[in-house]
T-cell receptor
Framework: KAGVTQTPRYLIKTRGQQVTLSCSPI?????VSWYQQTPGQGLQFLFE???????NKGNFPGRFSGRQFSNSRSEMNVSTLELGDSALYLC?????????????FGPGTRLTVT | AQTVTQSQPEMSVQEAETVTLSCTYD???????LFWYKQPPSRQMILVIR??????QNATENRFSVNFQKAAKSFSLKISDSQLGDTAMYFC?????????????FGEGTQLTVNP
């Protein structure tokens, strides 16, 4: 079974631009969560989508948004990019939402904002 | 607030030896799940082991085991017979039953280096 895939793997954007990252979960998984990883802040939860509905949201500004499609693929969008948005963005999928349901992580998208 | 603390930013161990990584957490909730994730240089996060808080028995997965002390809110990871492939960043994480969804709270991470 194919794992979680994220595209693109690397991205360079200029401050003020917007960016869209994509995550394809493991087949049959309905939950997709997004995390931001930076050297200074570590791993921080962005949001989770389950069956096309946002279930949970972390403490990030409104510039960060996401959505999930009927095939469970998810996208996250960051508008008006700032230098501090440079990070590794990880998505994780699980069969169910919550609790003990194991989350499988993708390889991440490395975003650099210049 | 729910927090996870890993007080050892870096650790090293000789191949074939045993090493223990520390983790403490803070939550006011009674039902939760604890995890250790491994992130090798490839940056792919991999689940190493998990523990349900209501279970007193410590989880074990091959060379990996945990020491779960609920009263002390401590969740350490022991790696036996360390291998070069164990070199990675290790993250302690937890989620609560009351949390809506699959939100994981991570610690700062411990960089483990296994030396030949």
């Amino acid at each position: 079974k194919a794992g979680v895939t994220q595209t693109p793997r690397y991205l360079i954007k200029t401050r003020g631009q917007q960016v869209t990252l994509s995550c394809s979960p493991i087949s049959g998984h309905r939950s997709v969560s997004w995390y931001q990883q930076t050297p200074g802040q570590g791993l921080q939860f962005l949001f989770e989508y389950f069956s096309e509905t946002q279930r949970n949201k972390g403490n990030f500004p409104g510039r960060f948004s996401g959505r999930q499609f009927s095939n469970s693929r998810s996208e996250m969008n960051v508008s008006t990019l700032e230098l501090g948005d440079s990070a590794l963005y990880l998505c994780a999928s699980s069969i169910l939402s919550g609790g003990f349901s194991e989350q499988y992580f993708g390889p991440g998208t490395r975003l650099t904002v210049t | 607030a729910q927090t996870v603390t890993q007080s050892q930013p870096e650790m090293s161990v000789q191949e074939a030896e045993t090493v223990t990584l520390s983790c403490t957490y803070d939550t006011s909730e009674s039902n939760y799940y604890l995890f250790w994730y491994k992130q090798p240089p490839s940056r792919q996060m991999i689940l190493v082991i998990r523990q349900e808080a209501y279970k007193q028995q410590n989880a074990t997965e091959n060379r990996f085991s945990v020491n779960f002390q609920k009263a002390a809110k401590s969740f350490s990871l022991k790696i036996s017979d360390s291998q070069l492939g164990d070199t990675a960043m290790y993250f302690c994480a937890f989620t609560t039953l009351e949390t809506s969804g699959s939100r994981l709270t991570f610690g700062e991470g411990t960089q483990l280096t296994v030396n030949p």
